[in-house]
T-cell receptor, first 116, second 109 residues
Framework: ETGVTQSPTHLIKTRGQQVTLRCSSQSGHNTVSWYQQALGQGPQFIFQYYREEENGRGNFPPRFSGLQFPNYSSELNVNALELDDSALYLC???????????????FGQGTRLTVV | TQLLEQSPQFLSIQEGENLTVYCNSSSVFSSLQWYRQEPGEGPVLLVTVVTGGEVKKLKRLTFQFGDARKDSSLHITAAQPGDTGLYLCAGAPGNQFYFGTGTSLTVIP
């Protein structure tokens, strides 16, 4: 068990709705990253938060937004849901900004979002 | 175009066989990591390779980092059904952490 928890584990939403996914990072970790993973594919980087500031963003539209709180937990918000947003959303925490030499990312179990 | 390309994408083998999974990039990485992911779970870190040419062994799994630090391989000896899963390489050429395209391995008893 990594100590990273995500909620909810499963969620069904209707196209056009908004959704908020939550992540509690591992104790002592100040960096949280979010990923979208389609079935059978590698996770795609959405964005990273370091000490409550966005610190890097992948190729996702502005309707994907996030927050990091003073306790380093994080939220991923998606507005105007589309069918293609259906995926497993993963949160990863790490002990320091950036993921370069020797830094490990610890993942939660993910939230399975289905948009109908 | 993916930053990290893995091959093969799918692999189905009999228990006891050997296999190799490749992870290639045109970018140089200070380190690369390998993860294994089971259905419905998040990726779990297997190993981090740091030095060009480095070889690390984890029981029946052997990981190698290319001399130029642009590629890596994972070799599994005598595969077992418990090795079934999605294998992902990953690295951070800058401040962002990228995953490979993934290799889905099925080991048939």
């Amino acid at each position: 068990e990594t100590g990273v928890t995500q909620s909810p584990t499963h969620l069904i939403k209707t196209r056009g709705q908004q959704v908020t996914l939550r992540c509690s990072s591992q104790s002592g970790h100040n960096t949280v990253s979010w990923y979208q993973q389609a079935l059978g594919q590698g996770p795609q980087f959405i964005f990273q938060y370091y000490r409550e500031e966005e610190n890097g963003r992948g190729n996702f539209p502005p309707r994907f937004s996030g927050l990091q709180f003073p306790n380093y937990s994080s939220e991923l918000n998606v507005n105007a849901l589309e069918l293609d947003d259906s995926a497993l959303y993963l949160c990863a925490s790490s002990p320091r900004q950036g993921l370069g030499l020797g830094t490990e990312a610890f993942f939660g179990q993910g939230t399975r979002l289905t948009v109908v | 175009t993916q930053l990290l390309e893995q091959s093969p994408q799918f692999l189905s083998i009999q228990e006891g066989e050997n296999l190799t999974v490749y992870c290639n990039s045109s970018s140089v990485f200070s380190s690369l990591q390998w993860y294994r992911q089971e259905p419905g779970e998040g990726p779990v870190l297997l190993v981090t390779v740091v030095t060009g040419g480095e070889v690390k062994k984890l029981k029946r799994l052997t990981f190698q980092f290319g001399d130029a630090r642009k590629d890596s391989s994972l070799h599994i000896t005598a595969a077992q059904p418990g090795d079934t899963g999605l294998y992902l390489c990953a690295g951070a050429p800058g401040n962002q952490f990228y995953f490979g395209t993934g290799t889905s391995l099925t080991v048939i008893p």
